[in-house]
């Protein structure tokens, strides 16, 4: 009975490490929040950015492009690929259509300064990071463990890891999940969509904040309740971006958030409920 005891205790520690840390995180973030607030000062430093160059023609190319490319690394037939290929392929198929949205973009006018990438802010940026992280985490592992209880979460990756744990498997989940995923989402939701309608919100930002979060989670719908938690998660995303007028900061919040999942995923035999965005 005490051999079967210590692996228990062993698998559930690293999910107590990081309740903990949420836990704390998010009381020294709230009380930061309210610091700010009562002080009258902003919750992130609004930062002067022109609008996108882009308009809603150049979005509807960048989305067909995409979901063109996803349907020719669809599986066809009864012989899907190996989960492994099909990971794979979606970071070259992500990387990829990124690279060739900047060059169409680009072609119609937009600078690099436009696409939210420029650089020079780093620490700030990581400050701004990881206090959103901490504000987060833990009303989303709440909610989303909740949502768990009810209806299981999906996610290929989940699927991928409970076959195989091997160092390559790993190491392409990491690449996937945590480089890969939030370099491209924040681009094409919080810069390319979300640029675009602040554009046309210009008087009403939360519209254009909202709706791109609402298209964020629904694009990640398919993976039990995983979008609901994520809809709170892209506002929050969004709101740095249009404050910022930078996807950087996101982009680090974003790969930290997926960092925790990946996290729990490995250290545990059994899915973690945190959904990965």
């Not at 719908?221 to 971006?241: D, N």
């Amino acid at each position: 009975m005490g051999d079967a005891v210590v692996p228990s205790i062993r698998d559930a520690l690293p999910q107590a490490v990081v309740l903990a840390a949420a836990v704390a995180g998010f009381l020294w973030a709230a009380a930061l929040v309210r610091d700010r607030l009562r002080r009258g000062l902003p919750l992130v430093e609004p930062r002067p950015h022109p609008p996108v160059a882009w308009e809603s023609g150049d979005v509807a190319v960048v989305v067909v492009a995409y979901l063109l490319g996803a349907s020719l690394l669809a599986p066809a037939g009864t012989d899907p690929k190996p989960l492994f290929d099909r990971l794979a392929d979606n970071v070259v198929l992500s990387l990829g259509t990124m690279l060739a949205a900047m060059s169409w973009l680009s072609w119609r006018g937009a600078t690099w300064g436009s696409f939210g990438l420029a650089g020079g802010r780093g620490r700030e940026d990581l400050q701004i990071a990881y206090r959103g992280l901490a504000l987060v985490v833990f009303p989303l592992l709440l909610f989303a463990a909740a949502l768990n209880a009810v209806v299981r979460y999906e996610h290929p990756i989940v699927d991928f890891l409970s076959g195989q744990r091997t160092a390559a498997a790993a190491a392409l989940v990491i690449l996937s999940a945590v480089v890969v995923a939030p370099l491209t989402e924040e681009f094409f939701f919080r810069r390319v969509l979300q640029g675009w309608l602040e554009k046309h919100f210009a008087d009403d930002p939360w519209t254009a904040v909202s709706l791109s979060a609402l298209a964020f989670s629904v694009a990640h719908a398919g993976q039990g309740l995983a979008f609901l938690p994520l809809f709170p998660l892209a506002l929050v995303l969004g709101f740095i971006a249009e404050r910022t007028g930078s996807i950087v900061p996101c982009v680090f919040l974003h790969a930290m958030f997926n960092a925790v999942s990946v996290f729990l995923l490995l250290s545990q035999p059994f899915a973690p409920s945190v959904p990965a965005g």
